[in-house]
Each structure stands twice: as structure tokens, then as C-alpha cells.
């Protein structure tokens, strides 16, 4: 079993950043694909970016390519979403996900990809 905790959510303005953290419990974190996913009211939860063990990165939306960047520390069981040049449609909840079963097939972009899923953190992008 993981558990995942994030952190680092809060409001900015406009074309500021946050790093969001996302902690991990477990020994075998190092192992699992990471990713993250946002929600904003109303919408269905997106596919933001996410990474591989050995540091693979899959992008999401064209939107934040250039913007976001996913890096993770496996000695300290964290995973991080550095945000930068942040917009008002960029508000949502930020979920953090980790994938066990993963294979050069694994399509990161799906919900159903994930195992594991934290209980999300907030960010407000004020204009």
C-alpha cells in the first residue's frame, strides 16, 4: 500500500509559480511511475505530466509544455511539479498518482494507469 500526500498548493497571481510536493510511504517508490493530474469545477481530471523511475517524462496538455516540468528525489520518497508563467485556467486541484504496473506500453495520460492516488491540494491562479 502507498500513500501519497501533497503539498505546496496555494493562490498566486498570474504568471507566478508553485512546486507542488508530493510524498510517498513505501520502499519501493523509486519503482513507480509518478504523475500528475489536475481538476478544476466542473471539468473532468486532466492529465498534467508525469514521470518514469529512470526519469522519463510524458507531457500533457500543449497548454503547459514549456510551463511545467515533474522531477522526483527517490531518497526522499517525494515527487515534485514545478509550475511557473501560472494562468487563471491553470486553477484546480492537483492530484499526485503513482503506478506500479507499468511496461513500455503503459499509456501515463490514463486515469486507470495509476494505483494510487493522494487526496489532492488547491491552486488558485488569480488574474
Known amino acids: 500500500q502507498v500513500q501519497l500526500v501533497e503539498s505546496g498548493g496555494g493562490l498566486v497571481q498570474a504568471g507566478g509559480s508553485l512546486r507542488l510536493s508530493c510524498a510517498a510511504s513505501g520502499r519501493t517508490f523509486s519503482s513507480y511511475a509518478m504523475g500528475w493530474f489536475r481538476q478544476a469545477p466542473g471539468k473532468e481530471r486532466e492529465f498534467v505530466i508525469a514521470i518514469t523511475w529512470s526519469g522519463g517524462i510524458t507531457y500533457g496538455p500543449d497548454s503547459v509544455k514549456g510551463r511545467f516540468t515533474i522531477s522526483r528525489d527517490n531518497a526522499k520518497n517525494t515527487v515534485y511539479l514545478q509550475m511557473s508563467s501560472l494562468k487563471p485556467e491553470d486553477t484546480a486541484v492537483y492530484y499526485c498518482?503513482?503506478?506500479?504496473?507499468?511496461?513500455?506500453?503503459?499509456?501515463?495520460?490514463?486515469?486507470?494507469?495509476?494505483?494510487?492516488w493522494g487526496q489532492g491540494t488547491q491552486v488558485t491562479v488569480s488574474s
Open positions: 498518482a503513482a503506478a506500479a504496473s507499468i511496461s513500455r506500453y503503459t499509456d501515463y495520460r490514463k486515469l486507470l494507469t495509476y494505483d494510487y
